[in-house]
């Protein structure tokens, strides 16, 4: 029986990323407040945020400061555009932050209001650019299996998930993936990292090749796969690939809307994996997720090519609504201005160790294949088996199971395809914090174990 407000929750909203079937019976759970990495449903009853509500809450919740950022300013300017040269002072501030924090040499910040829309608008800016740079034919997008860019139609093009795809009429022609770079389960027997690495970057070249290295415009990444399992890149994988895309001209797009802020212990992921992109999207973490606010850094080529095409056709044809919205940007200044002032990204890396060594430990637990992360992320595998990484049949919902023993126990975590379970807290979760955490999700694993044993569930047989 569904309490009261779940009944109306059913009955009125559609849910992003829900099976709209099941929920209709198991219903909501209707968060009310939050405070620090502790969030409280309607009952009163905490849970420690293990996913930062989606990857962004970096900063915890109900931090007053930012608050108070939003409130100023929306006493003094809720609402101003960026349209036809008008501008306010919240944008222009953290447009030059912004230039000062990223990690490539960077001409310029275009603002969006998500992840989703910040990639898009690289992926039309590619085009664009290569129009201006009378190199029509050079527009096809490269992803990754597993990963993650976002569900604009060109965005949900590029991520390299089944389900934002099937029956989606998606992907659109121009959009394709190359392999995705998961040791654990993508490494033939025997295969280190290191040869693993190179072997992808092999097989790029090959495809890169296949397609005709004048059609191919970019590369995306993201530096850790977030929605695709919190996967981690093998060693090497990024010195293997950036010289394949130098050789062909092939821009390099990182994805930084869940590692960027910190996430990794550095400002964006592309510095803890020594990637050296052309251009950074960004969003999430920018206001420890209290607004919605993305945005991209543009190189000063891509801004070259940028200014000749919008001189040749008078003007620049893109844009929204919310872009730069001031009041987003306002808490936005003062998120970078806590994560400077209190060392948020240095603490996180200092923390870090601590985090992997809780995660790396969950290794010895029955169930647990992979137990791997960087930074303040980290993504584990349920198998049935250890040794030959069979899985339950994915219909058996084993990690699902899992996420809901750990929501019973007071902890919030997130499964993904492939029976993973990914935990990603806020980064300023204190060490006695990150001992809970992981306690909890152990009794999680312990219950889901049980569970498999009363169902009588059989692993599904050898790929
Ligand atoms: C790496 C990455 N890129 C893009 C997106 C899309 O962002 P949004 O949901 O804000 O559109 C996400 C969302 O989780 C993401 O993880």
Redo the contacts with the bound molecule.
């Keep these: 029986m569904l309490s009261n407000i779940a009944a109306r929750d059913v009955e009125t909203l559609i849910h992003p990323y829900t099976n709209l079937s099941t929920f209709r019976e198991t219903g909501s759970l209707v968060l009310e407040r939050g405070h620090g990495v502790w969030v409280y449903d309607s009952d009163g009853r905490p849970y420690l945020e293990g996913m930062s509500g989606?990857?962004c809450t970096a900063l915890g919740y109900s931090n007053e400061e930012l608050v108070e950022a939003a409130a100023e300013q929306m006493g003094r300017l809720p609402f101003a555009h960026l349209f036809s040269g008008r501008s306010h002072d919240p944008a222009i501030e953290l447009a030059e932050t912004l230039k000062e924090l990223m990690p490539v040499p960077t001409s310029k910040i275009f603002f969006t209001s998500?992840?989703?829309?910040?990639?898009d608008a690289q992926i039309k800016l590619l085009w664009y650019m290569n129009n201006a740079l009378g190199r029509p034919r050079k527009k096809k997008i490269i992803g990754r299996r597993k990963?993650?860019?976002?569900?604009t139609v060109a965005?949900a093009s590029l991520t390299g998930l089944p389900a934002n795809h099937t029956d989606w009429d998606l992907p659109i022609p121009g959009f394709l993936h190359a392999a995705c770079p998961h040791h654990y389960r993508g490494a033939e027997a025997g295969e280190s990292e290191e040869a693993f690495s190179q072997r992808l970057a092999d097989e790029l070249e090959a495809q890169i090749i296949a397609e005709d290295p004048e059609t191919v415009a970019a590369f995306f990444v993201?530096p850790v796969?977030?929605?695709g399992g919190a996967i981690v890149p093998p060693a090497g994988y990024f010195a293997a690939i950036q010289p394949v895309l130098e050789r062909y001209d092939v821009r390099l797009v990182a994805?930084?809307?869940?590692?960027g802020f910190g996430r990794l212990g550095t400002w964006f992921g592309s510095e803890a994996l020594g990637i050296r992109p052309h251009t950074l999207?960004f969003?999430?973490a920018l206001t420890s997720g209290y607004l919605?606010l993305?945005g991209i850094s543009i190189d000063e080529p891509l801004y070259r090519a940028m200014l000749d095409e919008s001189a040749k056709l008078g003007g620049f044809g893109h844009g929204t609504t919310y872009s730069g919205h001031p009041v987003a940007c306002a808490v936005a200044n003062r998120a970078l201005h806590i994560y400077r002032r209190d060392r948020i990204v240095e603490r996180a890396a200092e923390k870090a160790p601590h985090f992997q060594a809780r995660l790396s430990s969950l290794a010895d637990h029955p169930l647990v294949g992979e137990a791997r992360g960087i930074g303040m992320i980290g993504g584990i595998e349920l198998v049935a088996d250890k040794g030959d990484k069979r899985q339950y049949p994915p219909k058996a919902g084993v990690a699902a199971r899992c996420v809901a023993f750990a929501q019973d126990e007071g902890l919030i975590v997130r499964f993904l395809m492939g029976d993973r379970i990914a935990v990603c807290p806020p980064l300023v979760i204190e060490t006695d914090e990150i001992d809970t955490l992981f306690e909890r999700l152990r009794r999680a694993l312990d219950r889901t174990a049980t569970w498999i044993v009363q169902e009588g569930l059989e692993p599904m047989p050898a790929a």
């Design positions: 989606l990857w998500s992840g989703s829309e910040a990639n990963g993650y860019h976002g569900v965005t993201e796969m977030g929605a994805d930084e809307v869940i590692c999207s969003a999430k919605p993305g």
